[in-house]
């Protein structure tokens, strides 16, 4: 069974960074495309990042500039590394791999102003 976890949410003013890592278990980071998401409240979820086996990205016009995604199949994990931080980035950041087919649990990034 495929697991992914995030961990490195939290609270930052505007201008802060953040780093939000993810770790896939049952299976190895290498065979996937690994992506973030995101929601915030009343909002539909977006696409954050999305990162190829090739290492091509995509990244949401709102946050290209700011936020890198990156991996690290050696330890089986992909990164969302967070600048410049906005309260419009406020929301739930969900890690996912395979094109979107599994998810992890969540981390709430909270940016005040």
């Known amino acids: 069974q495929v697991r992914l976890v995030e961990s490195g949410g939290g609270s930052v003013q505007t201008g802060g960074s953040l780093r939000l890592s993810c770790t896939i278990s049952?299976?190895?980071?290498?065979?996937?495309?690994m992506g973030w998401s995101r929601q915030a409240p009343g909002e539909q979820r977006e696409l954050v990042a999305r990162?190829?086996?090739?290492?091509?990205?995509t990244y949401a016009e709102s946050v290209k500039g700011r936020f890198t995604i990156t991996r690290d199949n050696t330890k089986n994990a992909a990164y969302l590394q967070m600048n410049s931080l906005k309260p419009e980035d406020t929301a739930v950041y969900y890690c996912?791999?395979?094109?979107?087919?599994?998810w992890g649990q969540g981390a709430q990034v909270t940016v005040s102003s």
């Open positions: 049952g299976s190895t980071s290498r065979r996937y495309t």
């Open positions: 996912h791999a395979n094109w979107e087919t599994w």
């Open positions: 990162i190829t086996i090739l290492g091509e990205r």
